[in-house]
Antibody, heavy 125, light 107 residues
């Protein structure tokens, strides 16, 4: 079964750090780009970071740039999100999502086709 | 950044109803748009990509249309399992922004 499983969430104080993991199974992890998306309680979806299959291209949302670091270890089928200087507004469920390239008439599109179940991060004193 | 605005934000409907949700982009994104369904406590599920292509396994009562700046998601006959929140997402550029969501509730 194609699957992504997040872990590492929990309660952390403001200013603290946390490292999330996303472990893949059922597909060749090393050939896929992956994103992190988060969702604050009762709110919508917010994209926060992207990493290409070989880690050569990385993007961050402005809201986390300079505080969060995305990385991956293809030998371990794992994706990571190192979160530093955490704030109350970082409280959310964090999802990893696989990028699936699809060829349509005249163009390629890169959708988020497989998502993990999410891991909850709570930033509070 | 490309902003996506969905309307309505909340929709009350009955089983069997035809439901339409609109997503407007702040600038042209051709057909680089996807729709997701999310149920409480669950991860989003991809429904439609390329504005109108149905993801494998998604029922044919779901359809998408549009290009440029205006897009629609239509559910032709609402089923009990369709009560959920729906999000559009632009796939034209990073940051990959989402609409604010449309919650479809039972009338």
């Amino acid at each position: 079964e194609v699957q992504l499983v997040e872990s590492g969430g929990g309660l952390v104080q403001p200013g603290g750090s946390l490292r999330l993991s996303c472990t893949a199974s059922g597909f060749t992890f090393s050939t896929y780009s992956i994103n992190w998306v988060r969702q604050a309680p009762g709110k919508g979806l917010e994209w926060i970071s992207y990493i290409s299959s070989g880690s050569t291209i990385i993007y961050y949302a402005d809201s986390v740039k300079g505080r969060f670091t995305i990385s991956r270890d293809n030998a371990k089928n794992s994706l990571y999100l190192q979160m530093n200087s955490l704030r109350a507004e970082d409280t959310a469920v964090y999802y990893c999502a696989r990028v699936q390239p699809s060829s349509l008439t005249g163009f390629m599109i890169y959708t988020f086709d497989i998502w993990g179940q999410g891991t909850m991060v709570t930033v509070s004193s | 950044d490309i902003q996506l605005t969905q309307s309505p934000s909340f929709l009350s409907a009955s089983v069997g109803d035809r439901v339409t949700i609109t997503c407007r982009a702040s600038q042209g994104i051709s057909s680089y748009l996807a729709w997701y369904q999310q149920k409480p406590g669950k991860a989003p599920k991809l429904l439609i990509y390329g504005a109108s292509t149905l993801q494998s396994g998604v029922p044919s009562r779901f359809s998408g249309s549009g290009s440029g700046t205006e897009f629609t998601l239509t559910i032709s006959s609402l089923q009990p399992e369709d009560f959920a929140t729906y999000y559009c997402q632009q796939l034209n550029s990073y940051p990959r922004t989402f609409g604010q969501g449309t919650k479809v509730d039972i009338k």
